[in-house]
T-cell receptor, first 112, second 116 residues
Framework: KQEVTQIPAALSVPEGENLVLNCSFT??????LQWFRQDPGKGLTSLLL?????REQTSGRLNASLDKSSGRSTLYIAASQPGDSATYLC???????????FGTGTLLAVQP | NAGVTQTPKFRVLKTGQSMTLLCAQD?????MYWYRQDPGMGLRLIHY???????AKGEVPDGYNVSRLKKQNFLLGLESAAPSQTSVYFC???????????????FGDGTRLSIL
């Protein structure tokens, strides 16, 4: 059974700092991995999707990497801003089951 | 540019009552999903649909039913609500995969449901 773990559960950093969020998964037979952002009381916004054949994806100040063999992904946020404060979720897609399996998220607070 | 729209946004029910949550998407997506999100549990898949007229069970289907009579709509029903179904419910949709590349899921803003 696929399990997705995100560490740390919560993180507080000063504005301007570069930071890394971690995601690990137990079954490396995935089709893709997706990073989401969730603001309080809101739905999930897709940030980046990395296909299993890819090593990384970039969007603006965000860079996500994928190492399937070790079951790990990282989300790198450069020059963090207070507007980046949110919960960040990673999810892996195994294809055969049509399911996204989610981690429980990292709550990020960027202090001005 | 509506994307995925969920109604209602909030609802309070008494134990034993029934209700239907509506999800509508305007992106012509084939796949639609219903999740519930609970503290410390993450998002869990309730039911999903791979096309109009089809439905399938997810990870936590008990106590829920779904229907996909029209491609753009996916309904989630609670026949007899229980306090354990107090949660935030999210609907999502995605386009059909293109070759080996899967498409991202797009989420609605959620329905906050309390069962007393």
């Amino acid at each position: 059974k696929q399990e997705v773990t995100q560490i740390p559960a919560a993180l507080s950093v000063p504005e301007g700092e570069n930071l890394v969020l971690n995601c690990s998964f137990t079954d490396s037979a995935i089709y893709n991995l997706q990073w989401f952002r969730q603001d309080p009381g809101k739905g999930l916004t897709s940030l980046l999707l990395i296909q299993s054949s890819q090593r990384e994806q970039t969007s603006g100040r965000l860079n996500a990497s994928l190492d399937k063999s070790s079951g790990r992904s990282t989300l790198y946020i450069a020059a963090s801003q207070p507007g980046d404060s949110a919960t960040y979720l990673c999810a892996v897609y195994g294809g055969a089951t049509n399911k996204l399996i989610f981690g429980t998220g990292t709550l990020l607070a960027v202090q001005p | 540019n509506a994307g995925v729209t969920q109604t209602p946004k909030f609802r309070v029910l008494k134990t034993g009552q029934s209700m239907t949550l509506l999800c509508a998407q305007d992106m012509n997506h084939e796949y639609m999903y219903w999740y519930r999100q609970d503290p410390g549990m993450g998002l869990r898949l309730i039911h999903y649909s791979v096309g109009e007229g089809t439905t399938a069970k997810g990870e936590v289907p008990d106590g829920y039913n779904v229907s996909r009579l029209k491609k753009q709509n996916f309904l989630l029903g609670l026949e007899s609500a229980a306090p354990s179904q107090t949660s935030v419910y999210f609907c999502a949709s995605r386009a059909m995969s293109q070759g080996a590349h899967n498409q991202p899921q797009h989420f609605g803003d959620g329905t906050r449901l309390s069962i007393l």
